[in-house]
């Protein structure tokens, strides 16, 4: 044969398969770009409990207006941050809003970490956040309204620094990029119990496999995007519909000794730069209350209840009546809906928890003296 009808041959075929791999790529960038859509429609489709259901504990909403809260709340990726691992993800919407700083907006305007009012942080899990509640309605907006009940309007600013997963060690780590920045409360306050007993912050194995992969074998980098990507997550879901969920909870004496060592480090940041801090135990489903298996909650959480009945038995005996308290028989009278979900709780329930501890918190010297002029570094007389 003729050498440059091999090369002919050759060009062709190389023209055939670039071809080929060309249409391939667009192919999988177009199904992964329509997975995303599919993905919220499967979830919509699927969903153990329909917008008309959920209309119980979301009085006053239309299913539109549930429907586009529940998808701000829960379709949007993490982002990346250093020191505490990721964080929410800084977006605009009408419900659910989370500023470049790190912090949930609540319905006040313009509220900035610059801003001169009295500063109060809050710091939690995502039933801190607010997960299916809007800006107006989490623990710490409000508290916000409490506030200005009790010490005066706008004399006091509340930042909710909840976020998912995040549990005493993360928030701990938080507190101290806030402080390392020059961010120093008048008062930081922590909303624990449920995300109690992870050995590590969430995604630390999926974070450490990209370190490794990006160190040690590049190759892998193209296996993890294409694990991450839409189209892959949406077949996942779709064979693999009953995936248990990460369990968080150790050996309950460990939990309780874990938990105190970080409240003790907060206690000594706060003494040593004038600031008050305040623990409190959360209220959750099944633990001294009815809701052990209430209507919005899966069967996979059912089968983990007694081993969170047996953390938060544990954490109880670790509050001192204080400073740090517990907060978990606020349910026990309640027949009403609870909770939105699996463990998020109700506007009601939301703003129940906010009144009783701004009402504790209000009474705090560091906070009163504030109100009436004092720096934010000089403490009250009395404070120790």
Do not use: C
């Not at 989370?98 to 939690?124: C, I, P």
């Amino acid at each position: 044969m003729d050498a440059s009808v091999r090369l002919q041959k050759l060009r062709r075929f190389y023209t055939m398969t670039a071809v080929l791999l060309l249409n391939l790529v667009v192919l999988a960038l177009v199904l992964n770009a329509m997975a995303g859509p599919a993905r919220r429609a499967y979830q919509h489709l699927t969903a153990r409990h329909s917008v008309k259901e959920l209309q119980e504990v979301y009085p006053g909403k239309s299913a539109a207006e549930i429907s586009l809260l529940l998808t701000e709340t829960w379709d949007r990726p993490w982002q990346y941050e250093p020191w505490v691992g990721f964080r929410e993800r800084p977006r605009r919407g009408r419900y659910v809003n989370v500023s470049e700083a790190g912090f949930r907006l609540t319905d006040r305007t313009g509220l900035s970490l610059d801003a001169a009012r009295v500063q109060v942080y809050v710091f939690g899990g995502s039933t801190t956040f607010g997960y299916g509640l809007d800006d107006a309605s989490t623990i710490p907006a409000r508290m916000q309204a409490h506030f200005d009940h009790l010490l005066g309007k706008d004399s006091v600013a509340v930042f909710n620094f909840g976020r998912a997963y995040y549990y005493s060690a993360q928030e701990l780590a938080l507190l101290l990029q806030l402080l390392r920045s020059g961010r120093v409360p008048r008062v930081a306050i922590f909303i624990d119990g449920v995300n109690e007993g992870q050995s590590a912050p969430n995604y630390s194995a999926e974070m450490a496999g990209m370190f490794d992969a990006y160190n040690y074998a590049p190759a892998r980098l193209l296996k993890l995007t294409l694990e991450s990507s839409a189209l892959v997550r949406l077949v996942g879901e779709v064979t693999r519909p009953e995936r248990r969920r990460r369990n968080f909870d150790g050996d309950p004496a460990d939990v309780r000794a874990d938990w105190l060592r970080n409240r003790r480090t907060i206690q000594s940041l706060a003494q040593q730069l004038g600031f008050s801090t305040y623990f409190f135990l959360q209220p959750v489903p099944g633990h001294r209350n009815k809701f052990a298996r209430h209507r919005f909650m899966s069967a996979d959480r059912v089968r983990m209840q007694p081993a969170l009945v047996a953390k938060m038995d544990a954490l109880e005996t670790a509050m001192d009546g204080r400073t740090s308290l517990s907060l978990t028989d606020m349910l026990r009278d309640v027949r009403s809906p609870a909770f939105v979900d699996d463990v998020h709780y109700t506007a009601a329930v939301s703003d129940s928890i906010a009144a009783r501890i701004a009402g504790i918190v209000a009474r705090d010297r560091r906070l009163r003296a504030a109100r009436h002029g004092r720096s934010s570094g000089e403490a009250a007389p009395g404070d120790s």
